[in-house]
């Protein structure tokens, strides 16, 4: 990984916590029908943690990245 995909990465990082912050502000201050949308958040993360751990956990998705041609 070169230097301008990390910086392209970590901007798109950087994005992506701002707009999930704008969403949970904005999610608190439509407060009554704001809580459906901070639950489909909370649900949302939950899967994606789940998903990156698991595919850190799996060895044979590393070896066939590795040594399969492409």
């Known amino acids: 990984m070169d230097g301008f995909e990390k910086v392209g990465y970590a901007c798109l990082g950087l994005l992506v916590l701002f707009y999930?912050?704008?969403l949970i502000v904005g999610?608190?201050?439509a407060f009554p029908?704001?809580?459906l949308g901070l639950v489909a958040l909370v649900g949302i993360g939950a899967l994606f943690v789940k998903v990156v751990?698991?595919?850190l956990r799996n060895r044979e998705d590393?070896?066939?990245s590795k040594n399969v041609d492409q």
């Open 53 to 55: 751990g698991e595919r």
């Open 33 to 35: 029908i704001g809580l």
């Open 20 to 22: 999930v912050g704008a």
């Open 62 to 64: 590393d070896h066939y």
């Open 27 to 29: 999610s608190i201050a």
